[in-house]
């Protein structure tokens, strides 16, 4: 098996024994300022946070939060439709993340994944319809993709 299939296998794993998957299954130590980390990025908690797994095994897998914040605020109505725009650009995808110190201190991540810049692949032709693949059919952000035309 794989690399990537057994990292997906991994993760089905800790989500199915685990009910505190709401901590999500990265437990790799928290990013450093400077550092570059390599991986596969198997779990995306929401818009603005994605876990970058250079091995298999969740205690390797580190997530980081975007230096660019994502497409939307966490505590916007868009929030669901901005993590499935990650989604669709980032997860099972190999990611090259630059973690940088924000205004605040605070590690962020600068991304490339498959070697384009995250945010240039959220902005791309057709992105937002790409992310209502991921999204529930009752989800509100399908109606926001409708009521914008898209």
Do not use: N
Not at 46 to 61: E, I, N, Q
């Amino acid at each position: 098996m794989g690399a990537l299939a057994s990292a997906l296998s991994a993760l089905a794993v800790a989500s199915a024994a685990s009910p505190a998957i709401a901590d999500g299954p990265c437990k790799g130590p928290p990013p450093k300022i400077g550092q570059v980390l390599h991986g596969a990025v198997l779990f995306v908690p929401d818009g603005r946070r994605l876990c970058v797994a250079p091995r298999p095994s969740p205690d390797s897998w580190t997530e980081v939060e975007l230096e660019s914040g994502g497409l939307w605020p966490a505590a916007s109505p868009s929030a669901d439709l901005s993590k499935a725009a990650l989604m669709s650009v980032a997860f099972a995808k190999t990611a090259d993340c630059t973690v940088t110190a924000g205004a605040d201190g605070r590690p962020l991540a600068r991304c490339r994944i498959e070697g384009a810049p995250l945010e240039d692949l959220l902005a791309e032709p057709g992105a937002l319809e790409r992310a209502a693949a991921w999204l529930p059919r009752t989800d509100p952000g399908r109606a926001l993709l409708a009521a914008a035309g898209r």
